[in-house]
C-alpha cells in the first residue's frame, strides 16, 4: 500500500475536510512528479477520497498510469463541523474550551458537529483493510490525507496509537510505503 496526500491545494488558511479545496497549480504539478516512483513500484490501482484535491490527484495519477480509480467516501479527512471553513485564529477566539480540550485529547476530541481522529480511524481502516485484501500481492496507491493515511499506519504499525500519528510526517505529495505480509505491516518508507 502506497500512501500519499493530494498535491497543495488553494487554501486561504482555513480548516477544511469536504468537499475540501481544489488542488493548485503546484499540486497538480507535485502530485505528477510521483508517476516515476508509481511505474516504477507496479501500482495496479488508485483509491482516493470523493474530496476535491484527493479526487482529482486519484483520477490524474490513474490515467496517467493506466489503472483503474475509485473514489470511497470513507477515505475523507475529519470533519471539522463547526470549525469548516474557518481560519483557526477564529475558531481560537470563538470555541477556547474546545481547542483546549482539543490540545489535551488530538485523538479523542471532535470539534462540534465534527469528527475525531479515532472515529476516522474506525470508518476508514475497514475499507484500508478491504483494498489490503483485494490487492494482495500488488501495489496500490492511496491518495488520503493526514487523518486516512495515520490510519492505514496504524494498520501497519499497531503500536503507534492515533495520537501519535503526528509523529511521521506526512508532507503533500510525497510516498509513504505500508507493505503488509498477511495481517503484519512494515514501514517501508516514510515522505520520499
Request: proline letters at 8%.
Amino acid at each position: 500500500m502506497l500512501l500519499t496526500r493530494a498535491g497543495p491545494v488553494e487554501n486561504p488558511g482555513v480548516l477544511y475536510s469536504h468537499p475540501g479545496l481544489p488542488l493548485s497549480e503546484e499540486g497538480r504539478r507535485a502530485i505528477l512528479a510521483l508517476l516515476p516512483a508509481l511505474r516504477e513500484a507496479g501500482v495496479r490501482a488508485v483509491y482516493a477520497a470523493d474530496s476535491l484535491a484527493e479526487a482529482e490527484a486519484g483520477r490524474t495519477l490513474a490515467e496517467e498510469l493506466g489503472v483503474p480509480f475509485e473514489t470511497h467516501p470513507a477515505l475523507r479527512e475529519r470533519s471539522w463541523g463547526a470549525w469548516e471553513g474557518l481560519p483557526f485564529e477564529e475558531v481560537r477566539r470563538r470555541w477556547p474550551k474546545e481547542v483546549a480540550a482539543w490540545a489535551w485529547d488530538e485523538a479523542g476530541f471532535a470539534p462540534p458537529g465534527g469528527e475525531s481522529v479515532r472515529a476516522v480511524f474506525a470508518r476508514s481502516q475497514p475499507v484500508l483493510r478491504e483494498l489490503l485484501s483485494r490487492h494482495r500481492g500488488e501495489a496500490f496507491l492511496v491518495v488520503g490525507n493526514c487523518t486516512v493515511n495515520r490510519a492505514a499506519l496504524a494498520l501497519a504499525l499497531p503500536f503507534l496509537p492515533p495520537e501519535e500519528g503526528l509523529r511521521i510526517e506526512q508532507d503533500y505529495a510525497k510516498l509513504t510505503e505500508l507493505r503488509f505480509y498477511g495481517e503484519d505491516g512494515v514501514l517501508g518508507y516514510a515522505n520520499r
